[in-house]
């Protein structure tokens, strides 16, 4: 696996995104435990997740515990393996998604986080999406404080604007290794955000890279161009789309969603896949 940096630790260039195995149409644990013992034995050594990623309001955290009883269960060596989660956003439990930025959740969240990975200082901790309710500094403020505290590695933010990368940065003291945004063939809208990620030398964690859970499957479909080049390869769709955001800029890491080992290991295999310079025209303008 070809490797990436975040903060001043290699990971593998494609991370796994854990949420599909804990929220509405989660498979089995034996599953689920499967594909992540398949994407360590490929390589991938970023797992990104968070304490909302759960169904019912009695089981917060159920993919955090998931990734941890997976990782203990593992034959091989997973020392290597940076587990990324997230706190502020919440799932009551009735099929919603609600926000809590404030210092005080976001520090007992990530005490509930350490607890439920087993670790002592969480590998990277990022604030989940900004709470209107909330300053923006003061969420922000509290991560700086986990950091310096020791309880997390490396911090980072999700579903930011430049503004607030740019004020995270100053508030963290040049100590944002990530930013996390939605970016697919879809949902291009943050293309400003990995530029500047780019630029500043941070990592960019596009998440639903292949366009979410129920869409994945009918990339190909819904945007010709990569089925097109996928058929010149004799490659999936999904893979072509992670080896397109991999050409995009050396700070892209894509973290597709998986409950299969077998789309985790179609996922991988995008790291060896080279694209020409006209296939990457024809994927940068395909919409």
Excluded at 213 to 241: D, M, T, Y
Aim: hydrophobic content about 40%.
């Amino acid at each position: 696996m070809r490797t990436r940096r975040i903060g001043d630790v290699q990971v593998g260039a494609i991370g796994l995104g854990g949420m599909p195995m804990s929220i509405e149409g989660r498979p089995d644990e034996q599953r689920s435990i499967a594909t992540i013992h398949a994407a360590l034995d490929a390589g991938v050594t970023l797992i990104d997740t968070a304490d909302a990623y759960h169904l019912h309001a009695d089981e917060v955290g159920h993919n955090e515990s998931l990734i941890a009883k997976a990782l203990a269960s593992y034959g091989g060596d997973a020392s290597d393996v940076l587990v990324a989660t997230k706190g502020g956003h919440l799932r009551p439990g009735d099929g919603s998604w609600t926000l809590d930025g404030s210092p005080d959740h976001l520090k007992q969240a990530c005490e509930a986080s350490l607890k439920r990975l087993g670790v002592d200082a969480i590998g990277l901790y990022q604030f989940h999406r900004p709470d209107p309710r909330v300053p923006y500094e003061d969420s922000v403020g509290a991560i700086r404080d986990l950091l310096d505290a020791g309880k997390i590695r490396y911090a980072g933010i999700s579903n930011a604007n430049p503004e607030q990368i740019r004020q995270a940065g100053d508030i963290l003291g040049g100590r944002l290794v990530s930013v996390q945004n939605q970016f697919s063939p879809a949902f291009r809208s943050s293309e400003p955000e990995l530029e500047l990620c780019a630029e500043l030398g941070i990592a960019f964690l596009p998440w639903s890279p292949l366009g979410g859970i129920s869409k994945a499957g009918e990339l190909g479909s819904r945007f010709a161009p990569f089925a097109e080049v996928a058929r010149a390869h004799n490659v999936s769709p999904q893979q072509v789309c992670l080896a397109w955001m991999l050409a995009k800029a050396p700070v892209v890491i894509p973290i597709p969603g998986s409950s299969r080992p077998e789309t985790i290991l179609d996922s991988v295999k995008a790291v060896d896949l080279e694209l020409s310079p006209e296939e990457l025209t024809r994927l940068e303008t395909a919409g």
